[in-house]
């Protein structure tokens, strides 16, 4: 009988069940006291939920291929997801339509600032030349950036640290710089995190404000577009 | 409740087809996107499409559910990079202060761009009338 809970833990550390209850469980602690302290910047859900769950899987010595067998399922709905952007841009529609402009020439800003500061930044620092290139596509969204990595003979592993870190460092500065700036156009806000910050800053602009969520998810699309053709092009320019 | 899900589901499955089909360098859900909104403004002009999920707020209710919790997908590739933290710690402090550095550039960069582009805009306007 002296085995039956080890046993039991066998049983259930290979099971979908608890890695994806273990998820929802955290998050769901995370979020709440994330809402307790009015949406604290520091209070990031993504941001906790990743070092709690995190360290529960070296402590249990947790592989995370096991640990992906349940969160796959959350993991899968990001697709849906940005289709369900549509609905809040239909309902925004005018707002959007008003803005075509101040949008196309801040993506164009934005976009290229994004990769060449990446760039530049990375050279002076003395990174070596496969982690330059790594960490060139680290505003847009994970798939993306992993695609535009693996093109460039990059590390994509690399990339997807970069983009993760990058979107939870987006979504923490974006309020207390914006409001420092004194920046009250929930349009600029949220584009900007978009651009910068891609799916985790517009998870983070959504729970700010309506619109601002809707210029991030926009942002966001466009800039996955305008990345897989600026990167290459900024390699050839900026790398020496 | 299923019907939406399903109609969500039908346009990312359109949008990963046609991107594969045409090879194109951007995802799919981006084109399910796209799609969504086109049947969304088609339903306005065309009282026939408002049906199933496309009536009574069904397919916004759903969608509205999947964004209320962003934040909650973004956990399980999180964990990836806590599993990856090694790589960071082998390039050491520099890979961190660049990307919060290149970061905080293009949210200023950007918010400023947008600012003054609808500023001028609006004079532009004015001057106009």
Redesign the interface.
Known sequence: MNDNPFSLWVYLSQSPLLWLTA??L??AMA?AVSLGTRRHPLA????H???I???F??LTGTS?TT??GG??F??F???????????????N?KVVAS?I???L??LA??SV??VA??VL??QA???PRA?VLS?AP??V????AM?ISESLHADP??T???V???????AI??TP??NR?G?T?F???G???G???H??G???A??VDAVA?VFAGI?M?LN??VT??LVPLAVTFLLH | MIASLSLILLCQLAGEIFVRGLTLPMPGPVIGLMLLLVLLLARDRFPVLARGPLQGDGVENASRGLLANLSLLFVPAGVGVVQKLDLVAEHGIAFLGVLAISVLVTLLVTVVTFVAASRLMARGGNSHE
């Open positions: 998820t929802l955290v998050y979020d990031n859900p993504v941001l939920s990743m070092w769950i995190g360290a899987l070296l995370y640990y992906f969160a796959q959350v993991h709905l990001l697709g849906p997801a940005t289709v369900a952007l549509a609905v809040p841009l239909y309902e529609r803005a402009l101040p949008m020439v801040a800003a934005g600032t994004a500061s990446v930044l990375a620092a003395g990174l982690v960490l680290k505003s969204t994970a798939g993306v695609g592993s690399l997807a640290v970069a993760i870190l990058t979107g939870i460092m987006g500065t974006v710089l914006m700036m920046i156009d349009r600029a806000r584009f900007a995190v651009i910068a910050a799916g985790i517009t998870a983070r959504f729970q969520g942002a699309s996955a577009l897989s053709l």
